[in-house]
């Protein structure tokens, strides 16, 4: 009996040594990185954990360098938020109101809607931007917010995915709100959307973090530096910039710590609504 505990405890043991191995495999590039930003600058990419910090690293990036060329940091931090959150929030806005017309209506053409886009998704984004490209341009919405913002605002994948969930949805409710004499958008943001908050949650975690990453577009889409978004802004960092890891990291830290933040409040509903699409 003692033995068999004395194993267990082992094993236990074991398995707790592992998985804290692991963790720490996966999140030390991050903590190398935050550790970096505000390392000494004589200790960055030297030592696999600085000892010395210090924020020259940020004070360079805010002041403008060596040359003292003004960085819009601010800025493009503010143009990040903007673009991001709204084409995030109209990308789940036409994702339900999609998806609840291709699991709950019928009418005609719905199969053959819901095929083209399971079909559309196969489809490298890349091949239709130049086409996106000049009718924006075309368009007038060249170096602008909507030029940012309205390609980006369809996601085929946010469709599919509430599309999936409002399929397991029992009928029954619907049904019951139409008798009460409930509209469509009534039931779609009163019933539907309050029942779906964890796969919510995800759809939302992962569109703001696509869209907040996005690079090709964002580059491609403006001229000025006063619309620059801030990954556009790091990858241009790269090149006059190159020479100062410090500032790189700093610049780093500063695009993912929104999405991490944000990670970190909706954790419990992001594991609900991963669960969900895994099975």
């Known amino acids: 009996m003692v033995g068999s505990k004395s194993r ?25 990185m935050v550790l970096s930003s505000f ?21 360079w990036l805010f002041s403008g360098g060596e040359a003292g060329v003004t960085r819009p940091w601010l800025n493009a931090f503010l143009n990040s938020v903007i673009v991001s959150a709204a084409s995030t929030a109209l990308m789940m ?3 339900i109101m999609v998806a609840y017309a291709l699991s709950k209506l019928n009418f005609f053409g719905r199969h053959a809607i819901n095929n083209f886009v399971l079909f559309h998704m196969f489809f490298p984004a890349i091949i239709l931007l130049v086409p996106t490209f000049l009718i924006i341009q075309r368009a007038g919405l060249y170096d602008t917010y909507l030029g940012l913002i309205v390609p980006k605002a369809v996601s085929l994948w946010a469709i599919f995915m509430y599309t999936n969930f409002f399929k397991a949805v029992p009928s029954v409710f619907i049904e019951a709100a139409k008798l009460d004499g409930a509209s469509d958008l009534k039931i779609m943001f009163r019933i539907m959307l309050p029942m779906s908050k964890s796969i919510t949650t995800v759809i939302f975690l992962f569109l703001l973090m696509e869209r907040w990453t996005e690079l090709l577009w964002d580059m491609i889409a403006v001229k000025s530096d006063s619309m620059l978004t801030l990954n556009v802004l790091l990858s241009q960092m790269f090149g006059p910039y190159g020479s100062y890891p410090g500032p790189l990291y700093a ?15 909706f954790s419990k509903k992001f594991q609900e609504g991963m669960q969900f699409s895994l099975k």
């Open 8 to 32: 267990s405890g082992s094993r236990r043991a074991i398995r707790y040594t592992l998985a804290a191995l692991l963790l720490l495999v996966m999140v030390y590039p991050y903590l190398y």
């Open 39 to 59: 390392a000494d600058w004589t200790q960055i990419d030297k030592q696999l954990f600085p000892t010395n910090f210090t924020m020259k690293s940020y004070e």
């Open 93 to 95: 806005l036409f994702g």
């Open 251 to 265: 610049a780093s830290t500063i695009l993912t710590l929104p999405i991490i933040v944000l990670f970190l409040i």
